[in-house]
């Protein structure tokens, strides 16, 4: 798969598992990890970047003894993964264009 294309896509699919509720780097990994391969080296840039574009807040909360950074979506980074539905449904048709199909 063309770089560019996953790095958007793995962006979406982190704002997609904390639609569902706020998580942690090492449980985003894990849970991502069930459909893509992903490191936790790729994954904290991925953060970063959607925290600098206002899709998602951090905060921290103890557990065990030690600060956990937690993550949770903001009302941009919902607004993105509307956008990414708007995106697939073109992406369909244009799917469909190249495979010789009716748009």
Request: include cysteine.
């Amino acid at each position: 798969m063309d770089i560019q294309m996953k790095k958007g896509l793995l962006d979406v699919c982190v704002l997609a598992l904390l639609a569902k509720g706020d998580s942690y780097g090492y449980q985003l990994a894990a849970s991502l990890g069930e459909v893509v391969e992903v490191s936790e080296s790729t994954l904290y840039p991925i953060l970063k970047r959607l925290e600098n574009a206002g899709q998602l807040s951090t905060y921290s909360w103890e557990f065990g003894g030690r600060l956990r950074r937690y993550y949770r979506i903001t009302q941009a980074g919902r607004k993105r993964l509307a956008q990414f539905d708007d995106d697939w449904k073109e992406l369909e048709k244009l799917h469909a264009f190249i495979k010789g199909g009716k748009v």
